[in-house]
């Protein structure tokens, strides 16, 4: 089974070869829209939660399932949790901003 994003590139990449003229740019840092440029023609997002500006025009387009993981030593020490707020009280890795 192929992945969604994987399936998404392709999708992508057949889109621009049939929209030559249009610059795509494909955002997949969580720490803002800095890197959008104003003669972009089309930008996609890959984000967490709504877009706080409203200047942008914005479609959503596909949700892409996340998991949570543990190592075993992490789930020896603190046990497994039960309800959403004791992931709190535990040591988080984080690649990005979380919204």
């Known amino acids: 089974m192929k992945s969604v994003l994987y399936c998404w590139a392709l999708f992508v990449a ?3 070869c049939q929209h030559p003229d249009l610059e795509i740019s494909c955002v997949t840092n969580l ?5 959008l440029r104003d003669d972009l023609d089309l930008a996609v997002i890959v984000s967490r939660g709504k877009m706080d500006d ?3 025009i914005a479609r959503h387009l596909v949700t892409i399932p996340c ?18 707020q004791q992931f709190e009280e535990l040591p988080l ?4 901003e979380c919204a």
């Not at 890795?93 to 990005?96: A, D, I, V």
């Open 54 to 56: 409203s200047d942008y």
């Open 67 to 84: 998991t949570i993981v543990a190592a075993p030593s992490v789930i020896q020490r603190y046990g497994t949790p039960s309800r959403i």
């Open 93 to 96: 890795y984080y690649n990005g």
């Open 31 to 35: 720490s803002g829209y800095e890197s």
């Open 14 to 16: 057949d889109f621009a």
